[in-house]
């Protein structure tokens, strides 16, 4: 460890990164500029099928797949593979878009 570096529980009470309650309410969107260009990846998920190898290599253009869901059920949105809300896929100037319509918390996501 370099002299320089500080273990946690150098930090006084009254220092650090939580200190004042660990959060501050002044914060502002461009308290985040440092991340805004991290990468990340969005899936909104229709539905799922499951099925053998054989039976995906008989498909072909115009063949039906069946989903795990309903017409008009709420659509999974995974941020880096984590479900993180639900919602409706709308039509944007011709093309295909995903409106939000919950937030799934922490825990919420067994439903």
Known sequence: ????????DEFGADEG???EGGHDEDKTA????TVF??????SAVLGRSSMTVAQLLQLSQ??????DRKVGEAIDIYVN?????R???VIVDERLGVTMTEIIKDGDAAA
Do not use: C, F, H, Q
Not at 62 to 67: K, Q, R, Y
């Open 17 to 19: 990164p939580l200190a």
């Open 30 to 33: 461009t308290d985040l500029a």
């Open 1 to 8: 460890m370099a002299d320089d570096d500080l273990k946690l």
């Open 81 to 85: 593979n984590r479900l993180v809300a």
């Open 87 to 89: 919602g409706e896929v």
């Open 37 to 42: 260009d991290v990468p990340v990846a969005i």
């Open 62 to 67: 115009g063949s039906i797949l069946e989903l």
